[in-house]
């Protein structure tokens, strides 16, 4: 191993997140043995280490297959399986199960049986069901019939937590119909994966990186997948990566969907953290035998930025980028909620500011009282050069030539972007979560805003603060800036600079302090501070800031 690699090794094993000293979540996978070793069990063992969790094995399905060809499948009896997970609960009982192919219906019912036995004995444990509805291996060989589905859609779906096929299963699980992609046979995606909630699944992706995109194929660039969570709906989309070590690509998806959500993730960023490592595992997989090459996951895959997907509406949408940053140093960042305060501010020497006034201001009944404050502030941060945002009120931040506009993620989705970026505007989007940041890369902002950092008493959320670590590893993955937001003092300012954020967003910590003046000096000079101490060590992941339902 090179001295590279062997670097970026030490620095995931030694992070907080991989690896970790404590006791590993357990997790089940109840699927077949492929004896090639790319697929099935061997390939979620792989999936399960890497993300550091425990895997535990029960075996469905013997298979006699090689890279080439199944040649042969035996389901276990459904004494047998039920003796393996009887042994496991005696001493490993899990936080998340997987499943892929059982093999025949009575199998599905033991699996049935045991995650209703398991969460009525752990209520506290939320054990989540992940399910891969397998079809047919990649080879073509068939392994579901009639039975088999019903039993999948009777037992196995209502108690599902998250539910992947590929488009030509999800047809065929709603339908029943053998008629290969969706794309194929003429059937909405998102309508597919709407059937499969309504039949008790909460959460769907439907993958489609298998459809199109082959060597000669340059109609279907992009990889993409649906994604329906109670948190996020939308496109999971990334550039397709042509090759043909794709062997385990759909377990290597669901095991890591298991894992994810072991680890504490909700579904929609556990999904978008199992599209991350299947992506680079297609890249990095090597060849063995003389079929498809079998995928490999790359230690580090959790570090590169291409391989953030991009959340949207429409299918391998493509937008032009937002105005990048005068200064992507941006440094003490003020919100404040008048245009008094805007100015103040900037007498103090702040060179970023945003102005926020909340919905329910009782100073909004008066009318045209926003569009002067916003023409005010216009006035006073164009004369002093300063990169001046207004949060949400996009239309009098073009009318009247702000520097930017600031939007949270529910605004995305009824602002006119195009408008605010046709007038030449920045803008700064809001993000809480894994699935947020994938939202707002899509729309390509001028900067990314990550919190809340720490608790705040300035506005309600549901969400588990980041603090310094996920902070920490939004900056060294995003490629735009990160600015810093909430419940940030000195001490924490000085740490979010030692993190790599380019600006740090204050409210109270200024309009609520004794001397406002003396604050933001006190501020300026802790972010000074931290420019100079030594980077904050960024996590292998974030911890997750929305519990698992």
């Not at 063992?45 to 013997?62: D, E, K, M, P």
């Not at 900037?346 to 002067?372: C, H, M, P, Y």
């Not at 949270?408 to 605010?420: H, K, M, P, S, V």
Request: hydrophobic share 45%; glycine share 8%.
């Amino acid at each position: 191993m090179q001295n590279s690699e062997q670097a970026t090794m030490s620095s995931i094993k030694n992070s907080s997140t991989a690896f970790p000293s404590a006791a590993r979540p357990v997790v089940w996978s109840i699927a077949g043995s492929d004896s090639g070793g790319g697929a099935g069990i061997q390939a979620d063992l792989r999936a399960f280490n890497l993300f550091g969790v425990h895997g535990c094995t029960a075996i469905a399905a013997v298979t006699a297959q090689n890279s080439v060809a199944v040649e042969r499948i035996e389901a276990v009896s459904p004494q047998m399986l039920d003796a393996q997970l009887s042994a496991l609960a005696k001493d490993l009982p899990p936080v998340a199960i997987k499943t892929g192919m059982l093999a025949s219906a009575e199998n599905v019912a033991v699996v049935a049986k045991w995650v209703d036995r398991l969460r009525a004995d752990h209520p506290e444990r939320h054990i989540a069901l992940v399910v891969d509805p397998i079809r047919r291996a990649s080879t073509g060989a068939e392994l579901a019939g009639e039975t088999l589905r019903e039993a999948m859609l009777r037992e196995l779906l209502p108690r599902a937590t998250v539910v992947k096929p590929n488009q030509a299963e999800a047809l065929w699980l709603v339908t029943g119909e053998d008629a290969g992609s969706a794309v194929s046979a003429g059937v909405s995606v998102p309508e597919l994966a709407q059937a499969i909630r309504a039949l008790g699944a909460q959460s769907v992706v439907v993958t489609g990186g298998d459809v199109g995109g082959g060597v000669d194929d340059p109609l279907t660039p992009w990889a993409d997948d649906w994604m329906d969570t109670p948190q996020a709906c939308g496109w999971l989309g990334l550039p397709r990566v042509v090759s043909t070590t794709t062997h385990g690509t759909g377990c290597t998806f669901t095991a890591s969907v298991t894992a994810a959500m072991a680890l504490g993730f909700c579904a929609a960023d556990a999904i978008i953290l199992a599209k991350m490592a299947t992506t680079s595992a297609v890249a990095h997989g090597y060849p063995a035998g003389g079929g498809a090459g079998t995928v490999c996951i790359a230690p580090d895959f959790t570090w590169q930025s291409d391989l953030i997907p991009f959340l949207r509406s429409s299918q391998g949408q493509v937008v032009q980028p937002f105005p990048a940053l005068s200064d992507n140093w941006m440094g003490l960042y003020p919100v404040v909620e008048s245009a008094e305060w805007v100015e103040r501010v900037v007498q103090a020497g702040a060179k970023t500011v945003q102005l926020r006034i909340k919905s329910d201001d009782k100073r909004l009944e008066n009318a045209g009282f926003l569009a002067q404050e916003v023409k005010r502030s216009v006035a006073c941060t164009q004369q002093a050069g300063v990169q001046f945002f207004v949060n949400d009120h996009w239309k009098l931040a073009i009318e009247h030539g702000a520097y930017g506009v600031h939007l949270g993620q529910e605004d995305l989705e009824t602002a006119d972007l195009d408008a605010i970026r046709a007038a030449g505007l920045r803008l700064g989007v809001s993000t809480h979560s894994i699935w947020q940041v994938c939202r707002a890369r899509a729309v390509a902002p001028s900067y990314i805003a990550c919190g809340p950092i720490h608790a705040t008493s300035t506005k309600e959320m549901p969400w588990i603060p980041q603090g310094e670590g996920n902070l920490a590893y939004w900056c060294k993955v995003l490629r735009e800036p990160v600015v810093a937001i909430a419940g940030l003092n000195e001490a924490r300012s000085r740490e979010a600079v030692r993190c790599g954020a380019k600006g740090i967003a204050v409210v109270s910590a200024v309009t609520q302090a004794a001397s406002p003046e003396q604050a933001i000096a006190d501020l300026q000079q802790a972010i000074s501070t931290g420019k100079e101490l030594p980077s904050y060590p960024v996590p292998w992941l974030p911890h997750s800031t929305l519990p698992m339902d």
